[in-house]
């Protein structure tokens, strides 16, 4: 059942004003509860109004729900006592809940999803979220990490997420910022569906454990509408490094669309960082309205294989293409000042303006990676800096490609930092600056493969 954009406006409105209330109110009244047991913790959050803290003393809580607390006008603030004894959950339920700030505490559990969120006015920061089997590798997990859904204002941010058939889930929500995180030794990152006014940036995407035997389609970012109404509007995706030199195919942004007349409208992708080898760098299907700009999409070595069928019996080997953007079946998009493989193919409404094409091996053609980067990154696991544009060079001064490093990743996993960088934040996630895309939009043709 979709959300009607009048529901969702209206609580946006409220969780809005709630949120600037408790930034500069913050109650003269504001009690610490210390709590050691489930019961205690119950007890804190039965209590507890707006503005309080909860400190969390080294154990275990177990599977928890936090459905039906509600705390209008602010945030109680739970959080581990100890930095370096946390508090471990097991399944974190947060249903309906509001006004939860939850930081640097460990949740882990074989329960699907890990932790779910489908209320608003929430902040989950410095915490870890594992799967069933964590040993830093993916590839025998069947959970999903985190679930954001039915929700509105959420801050995913500065959390380190392992051990996960998934990482993400972002469905039929809005105003959900996804900062800053660290995801690794999982199947699959962030799956997002019917989202609006959201930002996925600053995020560390690195050591994917697909199961190519089991015909997986690793994505770090995939966008879908299967089963969707409407599609993701007013979405940016910034900042985010995909450091994914693997033995494998593993997709940067496949923003893709399997229901026709339903489009993804109204995207920024810009200053991204993909090294890999598969096909989809950033792809765009049913896309109406989109920027696409300074992102760095560079073919690891595994990619010069040049060829998708490399599987092994065990399924931890995949395939290698050249990564690519491609934004032929996608309308209204500006790809500029990008540097990427392969050349890029738009659409006839699209413009594509100021890329470089760097030298692939499988067409032996484009420019060479010393004029460009300086030298060409082939570790597993190259740092950012690798992928700045040479300096000096004629691509820097076009402005192409990346001109400084970001921070990427986990921040901080310490309790107290991590919760009070989310208040630096503000009272709820970045909206992305973009214009509204003009009507009499004219209908973009092609669907996503597979
Ligand atoms: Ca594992
Ligand atoms: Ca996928």
């Not at 809580?61 to 508090?87: C, E, I, M, Q």
């Amino acid at each position: 059942m979709p959300t009607a954009p009048g529901f969702r406006h209206a609580l946006f409105g409220g969780a809005l004003l709630a949120s600037l209330i408790g930034a500069f109110a913050t109650p003269a009244s504001a009690k610490t509860f210390a709590v050691a047991t489930r019961g205690d913790l119950w007890a804190a959050l039965s209590a507890a109004t707006a503005g309080d803290v909860i400190l969390l003393a080294p154990g275990d809580y177990g599977d928890f729900s936090f459905t039906k607390f509600r705390f209008p006008g602010g945030h109680v603030f739970l959080r581990s006592a100890d930095p370096a004894n946390r508090a471990r959950f097991g399944q974190m339920s947060l249903g309906g809940a509001q006004g939860l700030s939850i930081s640097g505490v460990d949740a882990q559990s074989a329960k699907n999803p890990v932790v779910s969120i489908a209320g608003a006015n929430i902040r989950f920061t410095g915490n870890r979220i594992r799967g069933g089997t964590p040993n830093r590798d993916g590839f025998d997990d069947a959970q999903g990490g985190l679930h954001v859904r039915m929700a509105t204002n959420v801050l995913v941010g500065s959390n380190e997420f392992q051990d996960l058939r998934s990482a993400i889930f972002l469905q039929r929500a809005s105003r959900v910022a996804v900062l800053h995180n660290s995801i690794g030794f999982v199947r699959e990152g962030i799956n997002v569906a019917a989202v609006a006014d959201s930002e996925i940036a600053n995020n560390h995407f690195h050591d994917f454990n697909p199961n190519y035997g089991k015909g997986e389609h690793p994505d770090a970012i995939q966008f879908w509408t299967n089963q969707e109404e409407s599609g993701v509007t007013g979405m940016r995706i910034r900042n985010n490094f995909f450091q994914l030199g693997l033995n494998g195919a593993v997709h940067g942004m496949f923003i893709g669309g399997e229901r026709t007349g339903i489009y993804h409208r109204n995207l920024e992708i810009s200053g991204n960082v993909y090294y890999g080898s598969a096909l989809h760098g950033i792809s765009l299907y049913r896309v109406i309205g989109a920027r696409i700009l300074n992102n760095v999409i560079v073919a690891s070595p595994w990619a010069d294989n040049n060829n998708s069928k490399l599987r092994t019996p065990d399924g931890r080997t995949g395939g290698a293409l050249q990564p690519q953007i491609r934004v032929s079946s996608a309308s209204q998009v500006e790809v500029a000042r990008n540097i990427t493989m392969k050349g890029i193919p738009v659409s006839a409404d699209s413009t594509a303006a100021d890329n470089v094409d760097l030298y692939d091996s499988e067409r032996k053609a484009g420019e060479s990676w010393a004029s460009i980067l300086g030298a060409r990154p082939v570790s597993a696991a190259p740092a950012l800096g690798e992928f700045l544009t040479l300096a000096p060079s004629a691509a820097r001064t076009r402005g192409i490609g990346l001109l400084a490093p970001f921070a990427h990743g986990v921040l901080t996993l310490d309790p107290v930092r991590a919760e009070n960088w989310a208040a630096s934040l503000g009272g709820n996630s970045a909206a992305p600056a973009l214009k509204p895309i003009a009507a009499n939009l004219p209908t973009p043709v092609g669907a996503s493969p597979d």
